[in-house]
């Protein structure tokens, strides 16, 4: 990265992991920045990030939109996000979701199943919805059963990531033809965990736990 006095650029801090900063001075081989809160920082070069000056108040709903793609970009895109209750953002066709910790009723209910079901994939706000109906489209199209991977560190919100995966799928699916069972117990009989449970033994329960939702064609 170029610098130049007066570049806009993300310093490391210790209480809030990044804090947007302003290039001052370069003193020896490193550089001087002043944060937002008016404090003076010295740095090295390579641990400065660029920061968009003009980035959207709101924040951008893919990552992709981002001008500069790097880790504080990207925390603070969804901290924008965040503060107005939009807690999915995609990065491309990978939806990431901010637990809101409190009850979002006006996400969940009928009318945005509604909304969601058939629509194009990036067409309407990123939601869970729409990587479940993409996966839904996709098995009913292709007829090939279709995995939806929900992966985060304990207390992401995976179980109700993939609670809601199947109340859209249960919604979408309906009951099928010669099976008594709705489409909610046939995806509980699949063992969603089983490719967790899997996993698990293998790799710490901290860094993958992963939830999996197999959307099969039956
Ligand atoms: N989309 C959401 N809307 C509202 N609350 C949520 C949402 N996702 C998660 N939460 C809240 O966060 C809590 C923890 O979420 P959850 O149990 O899904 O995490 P987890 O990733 O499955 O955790 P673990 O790996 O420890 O089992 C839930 O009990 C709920 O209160």
Redesign the pocket.
């Given at each position: 990265m170029s610098l130049r006095k007066g570049s806009n650029v993300w310093v490391e801090d210790k209480c809030s992991a990044w804090v947007a900063a302003q290039v001052t001075d370069f003193i020896g081989k490193q550089v001087q920045v002043v944060t937002e809160y008016g404090k003076k920082v010295l740095a090295l070069p390579e641990k400065l990030y660029p920061r968009d000056e003009e980035a959207d108040h709101g924040g951008v709903d893919d990552m992709t939109k981002l001008t500069y793609l790097n880790e504080p970009g990207v925390l603070d895109n969804l901290q924008r996000r965040y503060a107005l209750n939009e807690?999915y953002t995609y990065t491309g066709s990978i939806l990431i979701?901010v637990?809101?910790?409190?009850?979002?009723p006006h996400?969940?209910n009928v009318h945005m199943m509604e909304q969601y079901k058939g629509a194009p994939f990036g067409e309407l706000s990123p939601h869970?919805f729409a990587v479940a109906d993409a996966s839904y489209r996709a098995m009913m199209s292709e007829n090939q059963s279709q995995s939806i991977l929900?992966s985060?560190?304990?207390?992401?919100?995976?179980?109700?990531?993939?609670?809601?995966i199947m109340q859209y799928l249960t919604y979408v699916g309906g009951r099928a033809a010669a099976d008594d069972r709705t489409v909610e117990q046939q995806v509980l009989e699949q063992k969603c965990a089983d490719l967790g449970d899997a996993l698990v033994p293998r790799l710490p329960?901290t860094v993958i736990?992963p939830?999996c939702v197999e959307n099969k064609v039956l």
């Open positions: 807690i979701a637990n809101p910790f409190t009850k979002l996400l969940y869970v929900v985060g560190e304990s207390g992401a919100g995976k179980t109700e990531t993939t609670k809601l329960s736990n939830c």
